[in-house]
């Protein structure tokens, strides 16, 4: 469940940063954590019971917390090497 909790804090994370630097500004960060939770309801649906989701929440928003941060960096790196526009731009 641990492992569920970090991919989708991942994913969320990679939506919102690269819709973010898409031009979606600030209106990015509830999608980015829709997509978390919705991917913590999908793998916590599995278990069929409560416990499991709120546990799967809480270890979600704190990877979020560290790995969203690293993302802003490895995703803005990415867009700088495919369109030469730095983040600043």
């Known amino acids: 469940m ?3 909790s970090f991919i989708s804090a991942l994913l969320g994370g990679v939506v919102l940063w ?4 898409d031009g ?16 913590v309801f999908l793998f916590a649906r599995r278990a069929f019971a409560v416990r499991p ?3 799967m929440v809480g270890y979600a928003s704190v990877f ?6 690293v993302l802003w960096l490895g995703v803005g ?3 700088y090497l495919l369109t030469g526009q730095a983040l600043g731009n």
């Not at 979606?24 to 991917?39: D, K």
């Not at 979020?64 to 941060?69: Q, Y």
């Open 77 to 79: 790196y990415a867009r």
């Open 24 to 39: 979606l500004g600030h209106a990015a960060l509830p999608l980015g954590i829709g997509v978390t939770l919705a991917l």
């Open 53 to 55: 989701l709120l546990f």
């Open 2 to 4: 641990i492992a569920a």
């Open 18 to 21: 690269v819709t973010f630097f």
């Open 64 to 69: 979020a917390v560290i790995t969203w941060p």
